[in-house]
């Protein structure tokens, strides 16, 4: 038995209610549960019972044997000393709180399919626990989780982004660009990209937002492309030998260091995915008029974002991949797929974020009807669930799946997940063959 289970029970009332009774065999009628708690104290705060029609309202506190609340230590924690109800499944002794006043205890009864049915979903080896029951959930109560779970995944972004924000001392450009800099790295990439954002900062790119080649020596320089020896066949290139001369006077000019240039990547990538074209790229947005930050909080659709973030590497770059080694000419443009990425996980999450943090409900709003817009991703994760039967229409329940597969699924918190509480507490096997295309 699993004392989360019991949780289960407690708040969704799937309990005998006749099995609650006191010392002197008088029923306990639960008015309200209580709130669930997960940080230290109580299990459920402020629940309301009636026993021989006195009502009475405090704590819950709940344990598999109510020996356990003192191997826990609660019997010596002030904490709990307004609990008014010890729910266990088995009542072995009788337990006092700090102030040596015993607790009411009681055992609760349920049906044992239910736990049947919790442990075959927690133990079930495939990635989705519920796939052969899932599509006979129903479709509002799918659409509704998926919605939540959209705005959990968001929030949680929302955490990381702030810490960013804090430590850029409050500067919305600044948190942009490092967030921006970090998706450009396609995950391989991902961590000498945040070490350059960081070792480059935004205010000195903007002071040269008017010439790119300068920029390019920065992002370069500062990445450490172009330390002596990395790439050997580029000493006679006039291209690189020039953001070496760039580099040099900025370097200076603003005291940089640059970070390791080994820490790039390059194998098991696409080249045109090489991170020498990608800071190409980011050089070409960073060097946007009117400023990038202020640009993507004014679009108003998905369009329009594309065209400001579907840029294209440098000249030199459509028949180079690296430096000092020619290739078969074509064009480096931030392809369909990867600007979709970068509008999913970067840039609409900011502008959710900079409403959020503004109260403007309707930027929230927009940055949730942009994701709508978007065509759905394509990764195993989503594969599974199309699988299972959930097909998704847009980005908008690409990003909540994989929210309810990394946070739910992958951790198993079947009791957590509506759909793995709505499975556990139906009476049979929900199955049938429509499947559930969810539109936003």
């Given at each position: 038995?699993?004392?989360?289970?019991?949780h289960?029970?407690?708040?969704?009332?799937l309990?005998?209610?006749?099995?609650?009774?006191?010392?002197?065999?008088?029923?306990?009628?639960?008015?309200?549960?209580?709130?669930?708690?997960?940080?230290?104290?109580?299990?459920?705060?402020?629940?309301?019972?009636?026993?021989?029609?006195?009502?009475?309202?405090g704590?819950?506190?709940?344990?598999?044997?109510?020996?356990?609340?003192?191997?826990?230590?609660?019997?010596?924690?002030?904490?709990?000393?307004?609990?008014?109800?010890h729910?266990v499944?088995?009542?072995?002794?009788?337990?006092?709180?700090a102030?040596?006043?015993?607790?009411?205890?009681?055992?609760?009864r349920?049906?044992?399919?239910?736990?049947?049915?919790?442990?075959?979903?927690?133990?079930?080896?495939?990635?989705?626990?519920?796939?052969?029951?899932?599509?006979?959930?129903?479709?509002f109560?799918?659409?509704?989780?998926?919605n939540?779970?959209?705005?959990?995944?968001?929030?949680?972004?929302?955490?990381?982004?702030?810490?960013?924000?804090?430590?850029?001392?409050?500067?919305?450009?600044?948190?942009?660009?490092r967030?921006?800099?970090?998706?450009?790295?396609?995950?391989?990439?991902?961590?000498p990209?945040?070490?350059?954002?960081?070792?480059?900062?935004?205010?000195?790119?903007?002071?040269?937002?008017?010439?790119?080649?300068?920029?390019?020596?920065?992002?370069?320089?500062?990445?450490?492309?172009?330390?002596?020896?990395?790439?050997?066949?580029?000493?006679?290139?006039?291209?690189?030998?020039?953001?070496?001369?760039?580099?040099?006077?900025?370097s200076?000019?603003?005291?940089?260091?640059?970070?390791?240039?080994?820490?790039w990547?390059?194998?098991?990538?696409?080249?045109?995915?090489?991170?020498?074209?990608?800071?190409?790229?980011?050089?070409?947005?960073l060097?946007?008029?009117?400023?990038?930050?202020?640009?993507?909080?004014?679009?108003?659709?998905?369009?329009?974002?594309?065209d400001l973030?579907?840029?294209?590497?440098?000249?030199?770059?459509?028949?180079?991949?690296i430096?000092?080694?020619?290739?078969?000419?074509?064009g480096?443009?931030?392809?369909?797929?990867?600007?979709?990425?970068?509008l999913?996980?970067?840039?609409?999450?900011?502008?959710?974020?900079y409403?959020?943090?503004?109260?403007?409900?309707?930027?929230?709003?927009?940055?949730?009807?942009?994701?709508?817009?978007?065509?759905?991703?394509?990764?195993?994760?989503?594969?599974?669930?199309?699988?299972?039967?959930?097909?998704?229409?847009s980005?908008?329940?690409?990003?909540?799946?994989?929210?309810?597969?990394?946070?739910?699924?992958?951790?198993?918190?079947?009791?957590?997940?509506?759909?793995?509480?709505?499975?556990?507490?139906?009476?049979?096997?929900l199955?049938n063959?429509?499947?559930?295309?969810?539109e936003?």
């Amino acid at each position: 038995m699993k004392e989360e289970f019991l949780h289960y029970l407690w708040k969704y009332s799937l309990y005998e209610p006749s099995s609650l009774i006191d010392e002197d065999g008088n029923p306990i009628t639960v008015i309200s549960p209580g709130e669930y708690n997960r940080d230290s104290g109580p299990d459920f705060f402020n629940a309301r019972i009636v026993i021989a029609g006195t009502e009475w309202a405090g704590n819950v506190e709940i344990h598999i044997r109510s020996s356990h609340f003192n191997v826990h230590g609660h019997d010596n924690d002030h904490a709990f000393d307004n609990v008014i109800l010890h729910v266990v499944a088995e009542k072995d002794i009788k337990v006092f709180n700090a102030n040596n006043e015993e607790l009411l205890t009681t055992e609760i009864r349920f049906n044992p399919e239910l736990y049947r049915k919790y442990i075959n979903l927690v133990n079930n080896p495939c990635a989705i626990a519920c796939r052969d029951e899932i599509e006979g959930t129903d479709i509002f109560l799918l659409r509704s989780w998926l919605n939540s779970l959209l705005i959990e995944r968001l929030q949680m972004k929302s955490e990381a982004v702030m810490k960013i924000w804090t430590a850029t001392g409050n500067d919305w450009d600044e948190t942009f660009y490092r967030v921006l800099s970090r998706y450009f790295g396609f995950r391989v990439n991902t961590e000498p990209f945040e070490m350059l954002a960081t070792a480059l900062p935004f205010r000195i790119i903007r002071k040269h937002a008017d010439n790119r080649l300068q920029i390019e020596a920065l992002l370069f320089g500062s990445a450490g492309m172009l330390e002596e020896g990395l790439f050997k066949n580029a000493l006679s290139d006039k291209y690189y030998t020039g953001l070496i001369r760039e580099y040099k006077v900025l370097s200076a000019k603003y005291s940089l260091r640059p970070i390791h240039g080994w820490l790039w990547k390059f194998c098991r990538l696409r080249p045109v995915n090489f991170p020498t074209v990608r800071l190409s790229q980011l050089a070409a947005l960073l060097s946007t008029a009117g400023g990038l930050f202020s640009r993507t909080l004014v679009a108003y659709n998905v369009s329009q974002l594309k065209d400001l973030f579907g840029v294209a590497a440098s000249s030199y770059w459509e028949n180079h991949y690296i430096f000092g080694k020619e290739s078969k000419r074509s064009g480096k443009h931030t392809g369909h797929q990867a600007t979709d990425i970068l509008l999913i996980n970067a840039v609409i999450p900011m502008i959710f974020i900079y409403g959020r943090m503004h109260d403007d409900r309707k930027l929230c709003d927009r940055a949730l009807n942009l994701l709508a817009e978007i065509d759905p991703e394509k990764n195993s994760v989503i594969r599974d669930w199309t699988l299972a039967g959930v097909v998704p229409e847009s980005a908008f329940y690409t990003q909540a799946l994989i929210q309810l597969t990394d946070e739910y699924c992958r951790k198993r918190r079947c009791l957590d997940c509506r759909i793995g509480s709505s499975v556990i507490s139906s009476g049979k096997l929900l199955k049938n063959n429509d499947q559930l295309t969810l539109e936003p």
